[in-house]
């Protein structure tokens, strides 16, 4: 038991210092021996957990796609809104991609196609996005005359575009980035009554702005 | 004269060809020889117009950050006001993102810091689309209360998010996605004025269907 706690970690050590070497260094340039070293085993060892940097690479994904599928399933169980699911979950991302290797390193594999062309982390996140503005739609969140299929392009291009841009600057995935998306984007999208309503906190400093006008 | 445009016609095919290699490998694992060879010329002539991969890699962000000043003087030349000028000028930089592999490696290299942590071409593209919100709000066609700022990292953060996604599926960058984001971005930062007027063309489908519910 003791055993099977410490391969655990190991092979959690592996993903984490996997992802911060092809974050830092990029995927195809990245060997396997810097990624040992930071993490502080043999080669030896991460043989025996991942058969090559492609298998590594799949999990970092893996792991990557896990931790969306968690800020989803919080932002479900709080019984709120579609639309303000969706808003969290965007915020949550954001938040993660600046705080985790591994959310961050599994968007760039992706997004490079490091593990071929479906590039199923950025997939599962567009069709997550969709799925949560079908709900909007059906639970009449949604403006008349807006697309579903739009709003979620906007939205995923704008949380890929943030997280290349903060390889540049950090500071593009500050909170005060995305919730300003959100502001900007919610009075072309969200029905009058959605807009007035306290729902999406996003949009409370236009909104008093607003009327105060 | 002839030998001199020859030399011009060498140097540019060289640009084009590194594009293409940078955009299909990578900048970090292309090599100068699939370069030269994909150019068609030899060796010795790309050392002759290129030090290293870096400074060819700098004449293809430069190119790139030439056409899209391009876009910008094409834009304004039309006399339109700052905003329809912001929404031609994205317009025709996700069509040369499309089109041209020149813009299209420029854009990725910038993103990758290729050429250092100043990443100037998305610099460059950011400042350009502040200072044409900046110019949006002095002539009062934002809606009061909207951040010039935000609505650029937003603009900045979809044109990236694009790019990047096109890699996976180019019809990201098809118009229609471009136009998509302007509907919904448009009623949250314009004046009403500006919304009614046949200004931003990307409106228009919205608001006739607005116009018929």
Known sequence: MAMQERALR???SLIHAAAAVFAEEGYVPSSLGTISKRAGVSNGALHFHFENKRALA???EDEAADAVR??????DRTGASALQALVDTTCGLVDSLLDDIVVRAGFQL???RALGPEARLLRTWHEWVEQALLGAEAEGQLAPGVSPDDTAAAIVAVTVGLEVLAGVDPQWLAE???AGFWELLLPGIA???VLASALPEAHEGRRS?????
Chains 1, 2 share one sequence.
Do not use: D, F
């Open 191 to 193: 029905t009058e009554q």
């Open 209 to 213: 702005e607003a009327e105060e006008a």
């Open 70 to 75: 968690g800020l989803v399933r919080r932002a």
């Open 110 to 112: 992706s997004a490079e």
């Open 176 to 178: 005060r980035r995305i």
């Open 58 to 60: 799949q999990a970092v």
């Open 10 to 12: 190991t092979r959690k």
